[in-house]
Nanobody, 118 residues
Framework: QVQVVESGGGSVQPGGSLRLSCVVS????????MGWYRQAPGKQRELVAD???????NYADFVKGRFTISRDDAKNTAHLQMNSLKPEDTALYYC????????????RGQGTQVTVSS
């Protein structure tokens, strides 16, 4: 069983910063891709950023230059540093990972809420 737990969300004013964390635990051989997604009320889920096992990153255009994804494989953790936050960044952010465990499997957490408002 694999568990994915996010933390670090909260309320912040426009222009502020937050750092989200995603911790993966359980039984698996390795983690391949770690990604952050978000979903705002009434909107479709969208990819924010992801990072593969080689450290290659991929960002949505709407966060380029503002958000940075990183990972610490020793701690099975991924982080999303979010700077220059905008009201339109308000959403439930969740982490989805693909792990290798007798095949590739995906898991996601319950999410952490990010609210940007003045």
């Amino acid at each position: 069983q694999v568990q994915v737990v996010e933390s670090g969300g909260g309320s912040v004013q426009p222009g502020g910063s937050l750092r989200l964390s995603c911790v993966v635990s359980g039984s698996f051989f390795s983690i391949n891709v770690m990604g952050w997604y978000r979903q705002a009320p009434g909107k479709q889920r969208e990819l924010v950023a992801d990072i593969n096992g080689f450290g290659r990153t991929n960002y949505a255009d709407f966060v380029k230059g503002r958000f940075t994804i990183s990972r610490d494989d020793a701690k099975n953790t991924a982080h999303l540093q979010m700077n220059s936050l905008k009201p339109e960044d308000t959403a439930l952010y969740y982490c989805k990972v693909s792990v290798w465990d007798n095949g590739s499997k995906e898991y996601r957490g319950q999410g952490t809420q990010v609210t940007v408002s003045s």
